[in-house]
C-alpha cells in the first residue's frame, strides 16, 4: 500500500504497523470526537489505500454481468452497487463497490485483493479479470495511480457536498461527476455517507478544501467502529475461506440470486432458495474491561465454540463492540464469552439478520402435502 501524504498533516496519527489501515490516518488525536462530528454532522476519512480499477469499453456491463456476482447488464450511468468475486463453491474471495460514469466502471477494493484464477492458485484481482476478458471489449486497467478514494460520513454530508462544489446524487449508491470527481452516495456507514473517487495528485487539495467546508477530519478508527456499528462487514476481516455471501448480509446488496452465469451461484441460488447458512455475522457488545479481543478469538457459548471474532471497536456511544461469525443454532439470549480472558459479550438482538425466504424449501412442502 502506498503511504498517504495525509499522514504527514499535523495532528494526523499512523495506525500500527500490522494494521490494514496503516497506509492512512488513524485518527487525529481524538476518535471518539470524530465518531459523534460523524454522527451528529460530518467526517471526512481518508481511505486512499483503497485498489482502484477501471473497466472502460463497449461491452463493460454484459462481460462484469458474467465475472462479478451483481446484476449489471441494465447498470445505469450514474449507478452504482456492491458486488463480489466467488470461487466456484460460492465463498466470498473479493467485494468491490462499482461507480458508472462517463463510459466507464470504476471499482474499488480492499488494498492486495485477490481471487483464485483462471488457473491454479491465487492472484491479484486486477490479474483474474483480464484473465477473463478473451475477446469481450473491456480494457480492465489499475487506476489507483489515477483515482483515490475519501469518505464522507454524517446526516449533513449532502450539505458539504454542495458547499465544497460537488454534486450530490440522489439516493443510495447513486453516482455524479463534477469538478473532476467522482461521488457516490453510500448508505453506510452512518444513514447517510458519500464516496468520492479524487484525482490522486489532488488527493491533499481535495482533503483541505472538503475539510475547509466544515468537514471534521476523521481517522480510519472513527470509521471502522461506525461501519461495525451498523453490522456492515469488511472482506478478510469479517469473512474466512468459508464465508458464503449469505452469512455476512452480502445477498441481494452485492450478490443476485437469480441472474446466474457467474461463478459460485449455484452456491448462492440455492441457500438463498433451500437452505439455511450455516453461520451469520453478529453484532456483539463487549463488557468494559481492558482487555478486548482481537481478530480470529474464539467465541464461546460455555464451553464450546460457536464462532469467531472479525472487526472489534470502541464506540463513542455503545462502547466496546465487535462483529463474529456466529452458528446460527445459537440463540439471542445465549451468553457468551470471547477470547482467551473470556470477555463477556451479548448478542445484539436489533441486529440479527432475517433469514432468507427458503420459497423453494416453502414450495416444495406445500407439493408434500
Known sequence: MTRSPLLDLPGAIPAPDDSPDAAVPWHFGDPFAEQRAAAR?????????????????????????????????????????????????????????????????????????????????????????????????????????????????????????????????????????????????????????????????????WWQRLTGAGARPMGSLAFEALRVESAHPRAGLDTDEKTIPHEVGWVHVAAHVAKGCYRGQETVSKVHNIGRPPRRMLLLHLDGSDTVPEPGDQVRAGERVVGKVGSVAQHHELGPIALALVKRSIEPGTPLTVGETGTSAAIDPDAIPADSPALGRAAAQGLRG
Open 41 to 205: 454532522g460530518v467526517g471526512v476519512v481518508d481511505r486512499s489505500h483503497r485498489e482502484v480499477i477501471a473497466v472502460p469499453g463497449e461491452e463493460r456491463l454484459s462481460w462484469l454481468h458474467l465475472v462479478i456476482s451483481q446484476h449489471v447488464t441494465g447498470l445505469a450511468e450514474g449507478a452504482g452497487t456492491e458486488a463480489l468475486i466467488l470461487d466456484s463453491q460460492g465463498r466470498v474471495e473479493a467485494h468491490m463497490l462499482l461507480a458508472h460514469v462517463d463510459g466507464t466502471v470504476w471499482l474499488d477494493t480492499e488494498a492486495g485483493a485477490q481471487t483464485s484464477g483462471a488457473r491454479p492458485g491465487r492472484v491479484p484481482l486486477l490479474t483474474y479479470l483480464e484473465q477473463m476478458v478473451f475477446w469481450s471489449k473491456v480494457e480492465p486497467r489499475d487506476a489507483t495511480a489515477e483515482r483515490a478514494v475519501l469518505s464522507l460520513v454524517g446526516p449533513h454530508t449532502p450539505d458539504l457536498l454542495a458547499k465544497a462544489g460537488l454534486p450530490v446524487p440522489d439516493g443510495p449508491y447513486a453516482v455524479a461527476e463534477g469538478a473532476g470527481v467522482i461521488v457516490r452516495r453510500m448508505p453506510w456507514p452512518g444513514p447517510d455517507a458519500a464516496d468520492l473517487l479524487v484525482p490522486r495528485a489532488d488527493l491533499l487539495t
